[in-house]
T-cell receptor, first 110, second 115 residues
Framework: EPEVTQTPSHQVTQMGQEVILRCVPI?????FYWYRQILGQKVEFLVS????????KSEIFDDQFSVERPDGSNFTLKIRSTKLEDSAMYFC????????FGPGTRLTVL | AQSVAQPEDQVNVAEGNPLTVKCTYS??????LFWYVQYPNRGLQFLLK??????LVKGSYGFEAEFNKSQTSFHLKKPSALVSDSALYFC?????????????FGSGTRLSIRP
C-alpha cells in the first residue's frame, strides 16, 4: 500500500537556525499539505500546495515558512529562522480521494 | 465555523468489551467526517470516513462509525476491544469552505485498553 514518507523523524536545532523538513507524497496525488501538532494540542493546518503553488495557508504560516516541490517527488517545508514555539510534530499529507498522513517529523528548537 | 468536538480526553475499556469514542460535529452543509488514529511514533493513520450513503461506515482494524444527523454525531465503535487498539484517536471534518479541502481535527481521545 502506498504511503507518505517523511524525513528526518526527529530534528533538533538551535533557535534562529533554518530547517528543512522533507516529505515524499503518494505518487499519483495532486494535493499536498503540511500540518503541525504542538505537544498536547490539536493537529493544525499550515498550508496546502497544488499545481506547484500554495493554494491555501493558515495564519500560522507566516513569512518564516515556505514550501517547495523541488523535483517532482519531494515536498519540503522550510522554516527560515526557527523559534522556540516552532517545536512541534510536523505532518505531511497528500490527497487523492482521502488525505493520507506521513509519520511526522518531531522538531525540537533549543 | 466548522468544527468537531471530542468530549472525552480518555476512554478506558477492558479487553474484549465493546468500545465507543465519541465525536460531535458542527458543520453548515453536508459533512465529510473522518477518524484517524495515532499510534506512538507512527503518525496519523486513516481509519474510515463518511461522505454520503449508509450511516454505518466500516473501516480498518474492525472499527466502524455511525453517522447520526439528528444528533450531529459520528461515534467510533468496535464490538470487542484489543490491547493493541490503545492509541490516540482523532475525529475530523473536511472544511467545506476550504479550496484545498483541508481537514479540521478534534482534540483527540486517548483510548486505553487494559488486559
Amino acid at each position: 500500500e502506498p504511503e507518505v514518507t517523511q524525513t528526518p523523524s526527529h530534528q533538533v536545532t538551535q533557535m534562529g537556525q533554518e530547517v528543512i523538513l522533507r516529505c515524499v507524497p503518494i505518487s499519483n496525488h495532486l494535493y499536498f499539505y503540511w500540518y503541525r501538532q504542538i505537544l498536547g494540542q490539536k493537529v493544525e493546518f499550515l498550508v496546502s500546495f497544488y499545481n506547484n503553488e500554495i493554494s491555501e495557508k493558515s495564519e500560522i504560516f507566516d513569512d518564516q515558512f515556505s514550501v517547495e516541490r523541488p523535483d517532482g517527488s519531494n515536498f519540503t517545508l522550510k522554516i527560515r529562522s526557527t523559534k522556540l514555539e516552532d517545536s512541534a510534530m510536523y505532518f505531511c499529507a497528500s490527497r487523492g480521494d482521502t488525505q493520507y498522513f506521513g509519520p511526522g517529523t518531531r522538531l525540537t528548537v533549543l | 465555523a466548522q468544527s468537531v468536538a471530542q468530549p472525552e480526553d480518555q476512554v478506558n475499556v477492558a479487553e474484549g468489551n465493546p468500545l465507543t469514542v465519541k465525536c460531535t460535529y458542527s458543520v453548515s452543509g453536508n459533512p465529510y467526517l473522518f477518524w484517524y488514529v495515532q499510534y506512538p511514533n507512527r503518525g496519523l493513520q486513516f481509519l474510515l470516513k463518511y461522505i454520503t450513503g449508509d450511516n454505518l461506515v466500516k473501516g480498518s482494524y474492525g472499527f466502524e462509525a455511525e453517522f447520526n444527523k439528528s444528533q450531529t454525531s459520528f461515534h467510533l465503535k468496535k464490538p470487542s476491544a484489543l490491547v493493541s487498539d490503545s492509541a490516540l484517536y482523532f475525529c475530523a471534518v473536511r472544511d467545506l469552505y476550504s479550496s484545498a479541502s483541508k481537514i479540521i481535527f478534534g482534540s483527540g481521545t486517548r483510548l486505553s485498553i487494559r488486559p
